[in-house]
């Protein structure tokens, strides 16, 4: 590691004992670096968090000076390289040492923050946050897990592409993560978890299906039992659990679809005067509609499973997002959530 990570480590490390530290990687997003910093700026104003920034150091001093906020209150830790999403995850993850991803990675293993947020590449920070940071102990597979509006609030659902083929206990670990996640950072009190089906029954579905279900049943959570996805959007659940593909592909149909009704009611309502007066008459409802399905406002996808508290912000994340990513960041560590996590897996392989 360059001389400058090692003398930015002693110093941070000193600083440790003052409060949360948020590692925000600068670098990575559609947007990057400069919504990255002014969301990271915003969430030091607002929240009360202490933020380390990694990337390019001239250009991140820059962006912070645009935003005429005084640079000491950013810890700055220079990374020279960029993995982007053509790149090969774990090759890039192993080869680029000095990218802000790995450099951010290597400080939350190292105890130099609480939390590392990255808009980055989904596969290296899945890669990097397996091979750097680890899992927990007892778990088998880490989770990806994204919030999913619904008519009653958002639930909780994983995995959404960490894990393309599973094991039916890696499904009754993502329930209990998920539990976890949903009761300690969503403020769900016993949330409901639910296994993805084709069909109510228990005896309905896959192989796996009928085995998670039966490991699902017999662990220490609230379980509703299968759903279907048509159901998903009604809210009857919290935490909706599966496997990856099926999660990813829940996912980008549902932005899909979303991104079509928004379409057609934005033609509708500007196709002749009279509906956009009547637009103009459902003005804040239209509004409040539409902020309800932002990404945006719910922060980012957290990596459960792995040691140390990850967020994969959405790609195009602006600061807005990255502010509530590390929002997400601070009720997350506040909770405990991962001691909790290793706490509830140990029981489960005790019983075992």
């Known amino acids: 590691m360059h001389n400058i990570y090692l003398i930015s480590v002693e110093f941070i490390t000193v600083l440790r004992r003052l409060g949360m530290k948020v590692i925000v990687d600068a670098m990575g997003g559609d947007n990057a670096p400069n919504e990255i910093i002014r969301g990271s700026i915003e969430a030091i104003k607002e929240l009360g968090v202490e933020i380390i920034l990694v990337g390019k150091k001239d250009i991140i001093q820059d962006e912070i000076k645009k935003n005429n906020f005084d ?125 993805v089906n084709i069909g109510t029954e228990k005896e309905k579905g896959s192989i796996l299906a009928k085995e ?37 592909v829940i996912v980008k149909l549902t932005e899909g679809l979303a991104k079509s009704i928004f379409s057609e009611l934005k033609d509708m309502f500007t196709k002749s005067f009279f509906s956009k007066l009547g637009a103009l008459m459902l003005k804040s409802q239209l509004k409040e509609f539409k902020k309800n399905f932002d990404y945006r406002e719910y922060g980012g996808a957290p990596l459960l499973g792995i040691q140390k508290p990850v967020i994969k912000a959405h790609g195009s994340s602006d600061s807005t997002a990255i ?24 029981k489960i392989e005790y019983n075992e």
């Open 71 to 195: 640079n000491s209150s950013i810890e700055i830790i220079n990374a020279e390289d960029i993995i982007t999403n053509e790149e090969e995850p774990a090759m890039a993850i192993r080869r680029k040492k000095d990218s802000s991803t790995v450099v951010g990675l290597n400080m939350l293993k190292d105890g130099l923050g609480d939390a590392f947020i990255s808009a980055g590449s989904t596969g290296a920070l899945l890669a990097g946050g397996l091979l750097i940071v680890k899992r927990i102990k007892g778990i088998e597979r880490a989770a990806l897990a994204t919030v999913f509006p619904t008519k009653k609030r958002v639930s909780l659902l994983l995995d959404v592409g960490a894990n393309a083929d599973c094991k039916a206990k890696y499904i009754q670990q993502f329930g209990l993560m998920g539990s976890i996640y949903s009761e300690k950072v969503l403020n769900v009190k016993s949330p409901k978890v639910g296994l």
């Open 212 to 248: 998670a279900y039966d490991l699902l049943s017999a662990s220490n959570i609230n379980f509703y039992g299968n759903i279907e996805a048509r159901d998903i959007p009604e809210g009857n659940v919290d935490v909706i659990v599966c496997d990856g593909f099926v999660g990813n």
């Open 323 to 346: 502010k509530n990513a590390i929002r997400q960041a601070k009720v997350f560590i506040e909770n405990d959530v991962i001691n909790i996590i290793e706490e509830e897996i140990g």
